[in-house]
Every structure is written in C-alpha cells, then in structure tokens.
C-alpha cells in the first residue's frame, strides 16, 4: 500500500500510522493508537525487567579474634541474603601480627561454610588475597523463602454457657489428697507422718 493512502487509512479511523520494521523491504507498518502501544510496552519492559531482578554480591567481614555470638548474628545475616537469592562473599581480616595466625580465619570460614550448606554452595574454597581470606558462596536452588501459608482459624474449646472455662476432673491417685492440703498451706505430708 502507498504511504499516502495508509496515512489516509490511519486518519478516517482516528489512529496512527507506526513504523515496525524499517529494514523490512517493503517498511512494515500497523495502524493503531500510538499513546496505548507505548504504554503496553513500557509495562512489558517493567515486567520484564521485574522478572530478572539480578543477584548481586553481598559481604561480610569477620575478624579472626570474632566472639561467638558475633559469628552466629553475621552467618543468620548472610543465611538471609542466600535466601533471597543474592551470592555472598566471607571473608576474614587480618591485620598487623594477626597475619601469623591464618589458621583462625581458616576456621572460621569453613564453620560458616557448614552451617550454610543447607542453603547455600560454596563457588571456591577458601582462599588468601592479601590481608583478606575469602570464601564466596552461591545460593541453592529452590532454598529460598517458603511462601507463608494461610492458617485456619481454631475452633475454641466446649465452655458451658455460662462462660467459666471448663475444668477437668483431677486423676484418681492416692497424692491428690495431700497436694491439695500442701497447697492450702496445710504442713507437708512429711510433717503430717512424723505427727
């Protein structure tokens, strides 16, 4: 079709004429409202775009003299980040005399090491870069979070009507007498058989 007569088309129906395929040989066009195409395609690059959401590297940096407890807040910390699906990197700082002692660092890497094994790969083993011993992991697949289930409302326990909660009868032992006399601030049963 001529480019006058598409241009003519495209008006009598109130919508645009666009270009799709220039390179084409003939040029590909469509006629159709332009405001609504570039709409559709911006929400289709978002989703897009949404559904790629890149993985980025997260750190954490522990010291070879690092408290228990430390240990244990930063690993929950990168445990969280594998779950979210982002790849982490340990590694430990050494500084000044602390270089002589790199078995510490190397303890501790591969302890986080372990209890990450459930969500998470290490990438490399533990390696030394300068003052800086490393350890990169990767998440596993499917570990990250479990989506929260809906929980079902519970029935509440039979009352009677007159809203005291209900009571169970005490079992049939022979110490029900005495705990009860205990209780009320009577003397003890050890005091009573002496008595």
């Known amino acids: 079709m001529a480019t006058r007569d598409?241009?003519?088309l495209a008006e009598d129906q109130g919508l645009d004429l666009v270009e799709i395929s220039p390179d084409a040989r003939p040029p590909v066009c469509r006629i159709l409202d332009y405001g609504k195409f570039r709409y559709s395609e911006s929400k289709n690059a978002?989703?897009?775009?949404?559904?790629?959401?890149?993985?980025?590297?997260?750190?954490?940096?522990?010291?070879?003299?690092i408290d228990e407890h430390d240990i244990r807040f930063k690993t929950e910390r990168l445990r969280s980040f594998l779950e979210e699906g982002h790849k982490v990197r340990a590694y430990v700082e050494?500084?000044?005399?602390?270089?002589t002692h790199t078995e510490f660092g190397y303890r501790i890497l591969e302890r986080i090491k372990e209890q990450l094994a459930d969500v998470g790969q290490p990438e490399t083993s533990v390696r030394m870069?300068?003052?800086?011993m490393s350890l990169i992991i990767n998440p596993k697949?499917?570990?990250?979070k479990p989506k929260p289930e809906e929980k079902k409302p519970e029935r509440a326990a039979a009352q009677p009507p007159d809203g005291e909660p209900k009571q169970t009868p005490p079992e049939d032992t022979d110490?029900?007498?005495?705990?009860?006399?205990?209780?009320?601030?009577?003397?003890s049963p050890a005091?009573?058989?002496?008595s």
């Open 6 to 8: 598409a241009l003519r």
């Open 46 to 65: 978002r989703k897009a775009k949404k559904r790629q959401q890149g993985t980025q590297l997260k750190e954490m940096r522990y010291r070879p003299k």
């Open 94 to 99: 050494f500084r000044g005399r602390e270089m």
């Open 129 to 132: 870069e300068g003052r800086h």
């Open 141 to 144: 697949r499917g570990s990250g």
């Open 175 to 187: 110490d029900n007498t005495e705990v009860a006399s205990t209780r009320a601030g009577d003397s």
């Open 191 to 194: 005091d009573r058989a002496s």
